[in-house]
Structures are given as C-alpha cells and as structure tokens.
C-alpha cells in the first residue's frame, strides 16, 4: 500500500522505531503464553519480566508497571478502578478519558492551564477524587504538566500538590510526552508505546503503589486480564531504550522556525505553553475538510484533531475547551512532527499550505 509522501500526523501514530522493529521480531519467536507453568511458558514469563523492568528504568519510575494493550485502556484501568469514589478531569482530555469516566466532574481550562480555584472548590467535595489532566494535548501541542525541553517542572508540581493536599490521587496522561519528557510526579501515569516509536496495541499504566487500584483478577498481577502481548512489550521497551524520540531529525530550533513559517499563512492555536511538535493551525478562509482534502491531493498527511475524533463532523471538544469558537475550530488543522521529520519535509509542507491558502 503506497503512503503519502510527507507524513506529518505523528501525534496520531508515529513510525516503528528500528531497534523497536528487530525487538518485535525476536519476541515473536517466544510464541508461548506467559502464564503457561512448562518450560517454555517461563522462558516467555521471564522476557515478559525483562521488558517490564526495562520500561520501568527507562522511564525513571519508581512505582509499578501494568501493559496494557494502548494508552486508551489505561485510562479505563487507572479511572475506572482507582480506589476513589469521584472523578475529576479536565475540559480538553482526550475522548478517551471521557469514555472511561462518563460521570465525571469536568475541570475548566483557562490560559491553557486547568482552573486553580475550580479544581480546589471540587476537592472540597465528598469522597476522595482521582484527578486526570494531560501532559500535553493531542490536538493543539499545549503542555498542561511536564519536564524535559523546557523547565514545567514547576507548574506540574504545584498541581499534583494541591491534588494530594486535597487528599485525591493525580492521574497524568503523558501518551504524548512520554519517551520525549521526564514523567511528572504523579500517582498514575499513562504511556502509550506508538507515539514514542514502539508498536501499535501496547501501552501501559504505570501506578505508583498497587493499594491505589482495585485487582480485577486475570493477567498483568490480577490487574488486567488478557495473554500478555510479549512480542510488543518487548519493542516498547527497545523504543525507550533506543531515546524514544527525543532524538530527532529536527532540531528544537527548526520546530520552531517551522511554527513561525506556520504563522505566516494561517494561525497557530496553542493556548498556554506551548510544545514543539504539535500545531493546530486555523486557515484564514477554507475549511478543516478542504485544507485536508487538498493537502492530501499534494501528498501530505495532516488530521483535523485526534485520531479518534476527527472523522466527525461535530466541532472539537477540546478546541472548545481551550475557549476556542465554534468559526476558527472549524477552520483548525493538526500538524504534528515525529522522529523521522526531515527538515525538507517542514519546508515543503510550509510552501504547500502556502499555495494552498494563496
């Protein structure tokens, strides 16, 4: 199957990284189920083990590890199953934080970060709440909690704290930083192996201390049920190991001077803080579907959101969440960068979208 030329929806899904592909085809000659008690059941247990001692280091994370088969089921697992009576989450989470915990008491954002004195008031609340909020958002690249690239370190901390003063337990949904970032401090933290360079239907939920869920018997310590998928764990570990994609073919500095060229031709939403590799950008006449109709005609994979999202025809929830209205949403884009970007790609998709809006 031909893909497009230039691929510039990494937030989406981003390319097996090459160490993460060999690790995958080793893993698949461990055919046997981890949990089979025979010799060769133990040998798969034991590379099992391996991989998940290995993504624990390469994380830096001090607590346990649950795989999982994606970033979605994580927070079905850490929502659904924490041992708290309330769930509080932010207005521009992902759809699948709002799957997981339908009921949930939503949390204002306002200047790309997540209302103070709104969070403190639910708190205050009966019944001990866990809080989940995103490390960076999918569809406009804001960091709402994170370290690394730049000092958030600061703003992280302060919102975890008010959460544990408050007596709730902080979730972090880092799908779209982890492998990129340090983790924040968290008691819960989302990974997800394919935007990091690792495969496709495996992530993890890494709890700080097990007493904070709810065992629903099966695999994964009696936390998850399901055969263990060995040969994706195996690759995710390999994709941390090899850097994740903090090793880029672009520079922090080109990213940049790329969102500059960005402005040139439309206008990049990125409330608050904003990161270097995912750009909402609104075009000044056109439409989401007609920029993607025609960027596509000149061979250039973007979206209009998140993956999961962005085949409807209703306007963002996020954007809506980031105070954004109703005629710019309709007119926003997502373009986002990965490991393999050249800065050729950049440059020829920022003379496209400027014959595209001429």
């Known amino acids: 199957m031909a893909f497009p030329n230039i691929y510039l929806d990494h937030a989406a899904t981003t390319p097996l990284l090459p160490a993460a592909r060999e690790a995958w085809l080793e893993g698949a000659a461990l055919w046997a189920n981890p949990s089979s008690p025979h010799a060769a ?12 001692a290995r993504v624990k280091a390469a994380l830096g994370w001090q607590g346990e590890v649950l795989f999982t088969s994606g970033a979605s089921e994580a927070l079905a697992l850490g929502l659904g199953r ?3 009576e309330r769930r509080l989450v932010s207005a521009v989470e992902h759809d699948a934080v709002f799957r997981a915990a339908p009921d949930a008491q939503v949390l204002p954002v306002v200047g790309g970060e997540v209302d103070g004195d709104a969070l403190a008031a ?17 569809e406009t690249g804001s960091v709402l909690l994170g370290d690394g690239l730049v000092p958030f370190s600061a703003r992280s901390d302060a919102l ?8 709730g337990l902080f979730l972090a949904d880092c799908s779209q930083s982890a492998g990129k ?3 924040p401090d968290a008691d819960m933290v989302v990974v997800s192996a394919h935007k990091l360079g690792g495969p496709v239907g495996i992530g993890a939920l890494l709890v700080r201390d097990f007493a904070m869920l709810e065992p629903t018997g099966g695999q994964e310590r009696g936390y998850r049920a399901g055969t263990e998928n ?9 994709a941390l190991e090899a850097g994740g994609i903090g090793q880029w073919a672009t520079s922090e500095a080109q990213r940049l001077a790329f969102r500059d060229r960005l ?33 596509d005609a000149k061979g250039f994979a973007i979206s209009a959101g998140s993956a999961c999202s962005s085949g409807t025809l209703k306007q963002s929830r996020v954007l809506k969440g980031f105070g954004i209205g109703e005629d710019l949403a309709k007119r926003t884009v997502r373009v986002s960068i990965g490991w393999s970007t050249t800065p050729e790609e950049l440059d020829a998709f920022a003379a496209a979208l400027a014959e595209v809006n001429a």
């Not at 639910?122 to 999918?138: D, I, T």
């Open 41 to 52: 059941g133990r040998a798969a247990r034991a590379a099992l083990e391996d991989a998940r």
């Open 82 to 84: 924490a041992k708290a």
């Open 122 to 138: 639910a708190l205050a609340g009966q019944g001990r709440a866990v809080v989940a909020v995103q490390s960076v958002n999918s």
């Open 160 to 167: 975890v704290s008010r959460v544990r003063e408050g007596g």
């Open 181 to 183: 970032w340090a983790l």
């Open 230 to 238: 060995l040969p994706a764990a195996l690759a995710f570990a390999a």
């Open 263 to 295: 402005r040139e031709h439309g206008e990049v939403i990125q409330p608050g803080v904003p990161c270097s590799y995912i750009f909402a950008v609104a075009a000044p006449k056109i439409s989401a579907t007609a920029m993607l109709i025609r960027m």
